[in-house]
């Protein structure tokens, strides 16, 4: 399901239906605590519970769209593949998973069969660090994942109205190569390093209301640092699943079992640009 192009009037965020992943553990209570912030006014958040095995589903709403009431049920090979397919069942536009019980506290962390049973889930996915409902959820800052593409202005378009629904500021931060700068004996100069990191931050402020951050780095160990600054992390998607393509398969992988800050991957259904003049804004990305 696509995810809505106009934010505007929503409380929460933009996502009318929500479903979260519960257990008797901390994960399932981080996830309604994320779910609950991020779901639209009027949205629904459903609880899901996955048993490993054969069995039916079992669709039972939650009654007031807080998460109480009797969860969905399912059962399936995996609950990465059991929360796929309630997505696509109840037609969710943002599935909620909280992280597993040996992660980091404050760490994002879910196993490989989970991230590959969610690729190609119909909407966003959110994954929560362990021990999130322990603390505040409000939004300070929304950190967005930029490297110029149309994913990351469909992030940024996200993260400027969950901003406004929530009285957040907006950062962007672009991880750099190496590669992309070599001085003429092969070797990236300081000073040329530098230049690069000034010319992105100002690629980035240039979007406007947006605080830009960028260093040289593999993206996901940069990704992860600046994680540990916001309080939701927002990236794209170029492939047909939002887990494991980002950019390269090993960057969102890696986020997903090392960010410090709840990381919401938008699928490539997500939301357009928006309409006052994405001709222009896509030229501020050059």
């Known amino acids: 399901m696509d995810v809505p192009a106009e934010y505007s009037g929503r409380s929460g965020g933009p996502f009318q239906r929500v479903i979260v992943g519960v257990d008797q553990h901390q994960g399932g209570r981080d996830a309604i605590a994320l779910g609950t912030t991020l779901v639209a006014r009027g949205g629904t ?3 899901a519970c996955v048993s490993i095995g054969e069995g039916a589903l079992i669709t039972e709403p939650a009654e007031d769209g807080t998460g109480d009431g009797e969860p969905l049920r399912i059962s399936a090979p995996t609950l990465g593949r059991g929360l796929h397919e309630l997505a696509i069942a109840e037609r969710a536009d943002l599935l909620v998973v909280g992280s597993r019980r040996d992660a980091r506290p404050g760490r994002v962390l879910i196993g490989e069969a989970s991230i590959d049973a969610l690729n190609g889930a119909p909407g966003a996915i959110a994954i ?28 940024i378009a996200l993260a400027r109205a969950l901003a406004a629904e929530h009285g957040a500021r907006v950062s962007a931060f672009e991880a750099l190569t190496v590669s992309a700068r070599r001085t003429a004996d092969g070797v990236a100069g300081v000073d040329s390093l530098t230049v690069d990191i000034d010319t992105a931050c100002r690629r980035i402020a240039a979007l406007g209301d947006i605080e830009p951050h960028a260093a040289y780095g593999p993206p996901a160990v940069e990704l992860a640092l600046y994680s540990a600054s916001v309080d939701l992390l927002i990236v794209g998607s170029r492939g047909y699943g939002p887990i494991g393509r980002l950019a390269h398969p090993s960057t969102s992988r890696l986020l997903a079992r090392s960010a410090c800050c709840p990381v919401l991957v938008l699928t490539r259904s997500a939301p357009s640009l928006p309409p006052d003049d994405p001709a222009s804004l896509r030229a501020q990305t050059g």
């Open 45 to 47: 958040v459903l609880r």
């Open 128 to 155: 929560v660090p362990l021990g999130y409902a322990e603390r505040p959820a409000a939004l300070g800052e929304i950190g967005v994942a930029y490297d110029g593409s149309l994913e990351s202005m469909d992030a």
